[in-house]
């Protein structure tokens, strides 16, 4: 029940690449172990547009008011911009990456997700990412 042994919990999150914020969200609780909640299902979060790419990357479930950005700043490789936290729909404390593009599919947008990769790994659902 305490989110402080877990030891990803308050890690300092860095942008993956760099772009310009989307959105980002802040203000959210950290929820305990089990406790999910379906009225904000990424919690506390940042929307990263790549230069020059048609992608979005979310970074999720971050610690409640510990997100260093705003929409529409400029963030670089490696900035800090917020700690892993437990906000939102998630079991336990963990950063949550996804990176989706929109489709236009019979006149509604939608979604979907495609291969990120780190360095020269490509990523599966539920990666582990040790660095």
Known sequence: ANLGRYFIYGVTVLAPISGRVLRAANGYP???????????VPGNHVIIRPDGLEVNILL???????????????????QPIGKVGSSGRTSEPHLHIHAQ???VKDGKSEWVGVPIRFGSRWLVRNSLVMT
């Open 30 to 40: 950290d929820l305990p172990p089990g406790e999910l909640r379906n009225d904000n």
């Open 60 to 78: 999720a479930h971050l610690q409640n008011s510990s997100v260093l950005v705003k929409t529409g700043d400029r963030v670089t490789a490696g």
């Open 101 to 103: 593009k929109e489709m």
